[in-house]
């Protein structure tokens, strides 16, 4: 018996919505919306798949999901009921792109975004490879890439000023954490050791990250003692 509302997915491949066996379903319905709008604008241009359980649902409760959906700027692609949504989605060609830490709060990709892909996830997101220009990935949470951030990078996105941004190369098109708005400095200037984004005051700053911080505070303790 599933008691819970799931959202899971990315925009470009559609999102897959799991609804509660149980409970009646107006209730329900208050509850998600409630749930979309706590989360801003964060899964705006959605496309939705609604899997309904045992529910069958009349005409008019479809058009109330739809309805409630599309006051959170998503649309409502198809209903299923019965079967099981987890066991369908991985036999979907598309599913082995994204692949979801046990932790059911970190998204982990283990491939390099290219040019028109999308990634948007409520909690962290974990990138092994690159984000090319182009490429636009939006979190609740942190953003952490393995490689070059080069594409779009949105994190904090319902507002979490805690949140960064870091990558072993950071050269965003554009950088956001929560409302604020950055960008990567003019120019490609060599760079080798990571760099954590994060918000100071009102502004985003760049720094090294902490192992290179305290590198580069153990090579000055060196250097005074040589002198």
Do not use: W
């Not at 919505?17 to 241009?45: I, K, Q």
């Not at 409502?76 to 830490?101: H, I, W």
Request: aromatic share 2%; charged share 25%.
């Amino acid at each position: 018996m599933r008691q819970d509302i799931t959202i899971r997915g990315t925009t470009r491949n559609g999102l897959v919505l799991v609804l509660p066996d149980e409970g009646e379903f107006n209730t329900l319905m208050a509850r998600l919306a409630e749930r979309l709008a706590n989360s801003g604008r964060f899964f705006a241009g959605g496309r939705v798949t609604v899997h309904v359980g045992n529910r069958q649902l009349s005409q008019a409760d479809r058009e109330t999901l739809a309805e409630t959906l599309q006051r959170a700027g998503m649309v409502l692609l198809t209903v299923r009921e019965g079967g099981d949504p987890v066991a369908e989605e991985t036999r979907r060609p598309t599913a082995p792109a994204p692949v979801q830490s046990p932790s059911e709060t970190a998204l982990v990709i283990t491939r390099t975004l290219r040019s028109g892909q999308e990634v948007r996830h409520e909690g962290d997101v974990i990138i092994l490879g690159d984000v090319n220009p182009g490429a636009v990935v939006v979190a609740s949470g942190h953003i952490v890439v393995m490689g070059a951030l080069r594409g779009v990078a949105h994190a904090g996105c319902t507002g979490n000023r805690d949140a960064i941004v870091a990558a072993a190369k950071l050269r965003p098109t554009q950088l956001r954490i929560a409302e604020v708005i950055g960008r990567a400095p003019d120019g490609d200037a060599p760079q080798s050791y990571p760099e954590v984004a994060r918000i100071r005051g009102e502004i985003i700053v760049v720094e090294a990250s902490a192992d290179r911080r305290q590198a580069s505070a153990l090579e000055a303790v060196g250097a005074k003692e040589d002198r």
